[in-house]
């Protein structure tokens, strides 16, 4: 079994930033995709940074410039630094992540439990 941990959430004023971090452990051979998503108050759950396992990011444009995905392999952990933080950041944001089990195994989807990032004076 994998579990996701994530951490680094919290209450940050407009134009702040913030640090989330989503850490995998168990039995992983590869972490072939990680990902953050967020999920505002009667919205859809959106893709929020996307990274591969060579490091090639993606973002949504409404975090274009502000976001910044990262990945550390050997700590199977990713981050995301959140800078210029507006309200409408303002969501529960989850961290996904593709993993192989095993060398030759498929991949399976695993989620975090979240946490909350609340942007408001």
């Known amino acids: 079994q994998v579990q996701l941990v994530e951490s680094g959430g919290g209450l940050v004023q407009p134009g702040g930033s913030l640090r989330l971090s989503c850490t995998a452990s168990?039995?992983?051979?590869?972490?072939?995709?990680m990902g953050w998503y967020r999920q505002a108050p009667g919205k859809q759950r959106e893709l929020v940074a996307e990274?591969?396992?060579?490091?090639?990011?993606d973002y949504v444009d409404s975090v274009k410039g502000r976001f910044t995905i990262s990945r550390d392999n050997a700590k199977n952990t990713v981050y995301l630094q959140m800078n210029s933080l507006k309200p409408e950041d303002t969501a529960v944001y989850y961290c996904q992540a593709n993993v192989q089990l095993e060398r030759f195994s498929y991949e399976y989807s695993y989620w975090g439990q979240g946490t909350q990032v609340t942007v408001s004076s």
């Open positions: 990274v591969d396992s060579v490091g090639v990011t």
């Open positions: 168990g039995t992983i051979f590869k972490i072939n995709y």
